[in-house]
């Protein structure tokens, strides 16, 4: 390739600043509701077991393409194809799906944003944990403050973005990602010392397999690719920076190894509140922001330990969203040749745009008869479930099947050997990729579209 292209300047900044997108709300957000709709342990069993099968080899293919290409999603498609321009398809639907996902990711990271200045004013003093947990419903339900708080947090992501890869992502993923690990081990330790924490250790890892349903083992297969961050083209451009020498493979297993403890250390922080207070585990988007303020309320140092936590949160959901709109800049940088300064500024501001109806959705003010022509789902919710239903694992199955079945071998092997240590797997892993990824993905596709109801065996 005759082009430069920045790279990351170290090795730990790469696996900080993938890890922190693989992390960010997926973990932190996502997984603990997740699991309460789909009964516990038998989910957290099948997500490892499909982050070990499907995700890590999807997200060693992405690297593949990324550093094999040095480009983003959209020209390295095109690229790696050769012989036909069809598959930077492929590429515009990543970009699609960043657009939509970052902007309703951003509303729930503006909630975050808002906890943090409520916990500042001790919001959860005098209350009972019944109050506290309806606090949410008022926030959901505030349209202009989720509006407010949506702007200010793309503002930060359009910030980091704008600085460059070393400089902005790096820098600050280095910072903010070991923070948040310390935060979250503390915080762990302390539900460990609440009356619930048997009850939900119970609940999170014991495979209850009568509790799971076909739609739960599906949604384990959905929950390893945003865990993972599979299916969006971030991992792909985050690889189109990495440098030749490091190990591909290996650097799969381990952001594999902390977005999966670290989901299961957010769950086992999360339920033990649940059981301890009587709370239902079956709750939605809103469980981290109901549920967290209650343990912080029970700490002596309420004011300090929920402020910092939220503000974690934000750091969380900051490492992600940057990852998402380099996504889009990179790709607008080299489509149309446009300065990263232009490509930032107009991507955030297109992403805010579209994301005002998610920030209203709680209220109702714009869109008010959505939920009646979209089975009840909300304009947020509707975006949330076509990006993770359909177009992360469409985009998934079309990378297996390209680099699996398309892309040209001897490149494949060049960087998947290049610098590892795993050079005996290379015969497991691209079995993988060409057989069990695409078939385990097309079966999340056929039960969402009702082809096969795969409940009725369940049933």
Not at 18 to 31: D, E, H, N
Not at 217 to 244: C, D, E, Q, R
Not at 361 to 382: I, N, V
Request: proline share 3%.
């Amino acid at each position: 390739m005759s082009h430069q292209r920045e790279h990351w300047g170290s090795r730990v900044g790469f696996i900080m600043a993938t890890a922190g997108s693989a992390i960010g709300l997926g973990s932190l957000w996502r997984f603990p509701y997740i699991i309460g709709n789909n009964g516990g342990g038998a989910f957290v069993l099948l997500y490892l077991l499909f982050t070990l099968i499907i995700g890590i080899p999807l997200f060693v293919a992405e690297v593949i393409i990324g550093r094999r290409s040095q480009r983003g999603a959209v020209t390295g498609f095109a690229e790696l194809s050769k012989s036909t321009s069809h598959w930077k398809l492929v590429g515009w639907l990543n970009i699609l799906t960043n657009f939509i996902i970052l902007s309703f990711y951003s509303v729930v990271a503006g909630w975050a944003v808002n906890y943090t200045l409520m916990s500042l004013n001790q919001y959860t003093k005098g209350k009972t944990p019944q109050e506290i947990k309806a606090v949410f419903d008022i926030v959901y339900a505030s349209s202009d403050v989720s509006l407010f708080w949506h702007a200010c947090f793309m503002l930060m992501t359009v910030g980091v973005v704008y600085a460059g890869i070393r400089k902005g992502i790096e820098y600050w993923s280095k910072i903010l990602m070991p923070a948040l690990f310390i935060f979250l081990i503390g915080l762990f330790f302390f539900a460990t010392t609440l009356p619930g924490f048997g009850e939900a250790a119970k609940f999170i890892l014991y495979p209850d397999f009568s509790r799971l349903s076909a739609n739960g083992v599906l949604n384990a297969l959905g929950m390893s690719f945003w865990t993972l961050s599979i299916g969006l083209g971030i991992i792909l451009t985050y690889g189109s920076y990495m440098k030749p020498t490091q190990d591909i493979p290996k650097t799969g297993l381990i952001i594999a190894f902390i977005s999966a403890s670290v989901s299961i250390v957010a769950a086992l922080m999360i339920f033990p509140v649940i059981f301890t207070f009587g709370f239902e585990p079956e709750q939605g988007a809103g469980l981290v922001f109901q549920t967290l303020p209650i343990l912080f309320s029970e700490l002596p140092a309420t004011l300090l330990v929920s402020t910092v936590f939220f503000m974690l949160f934000i750091f969380a959901a900051l490492t992600s969203s940057i990852s998402i709109l380099e996504v889009l800049v990179s790709n607008l940088m080299e489509i149309f040749n446009w300065s990263r300064k232009k490509s930032v500024l107009l991507s955030g501001l297109a992403v805010f745009i579209f994301g005002i109806p998610s920030a209203l959705s709680g209220s109702g003010a714009l869109f008010a008869d959505w939920p009646k022509m979209y089975g009840g789902k909300t304009f947020f919710d509707t975006m949330d479930y076509v990006t993770a239903s359909w177009m992360m694992p469409l985009a998934g199955i079309l990378v297996a099947i390209f680099v699996g079945w398309y892309m040209d071998k001897k490149d494949i092997a060049d960087e998947y050997l290049k610098g590892t240590a795993f050079t005996k797997w290379f015969g497991v892993w691209r079995f993988l990729i060409r057989w069990v990824a695409p078939i385990g993905i097309l079966l999340v596709v056929l039960q969402e579209s009702g082809i096969i109801d795969f409940e009725k065996y369940f049933n």
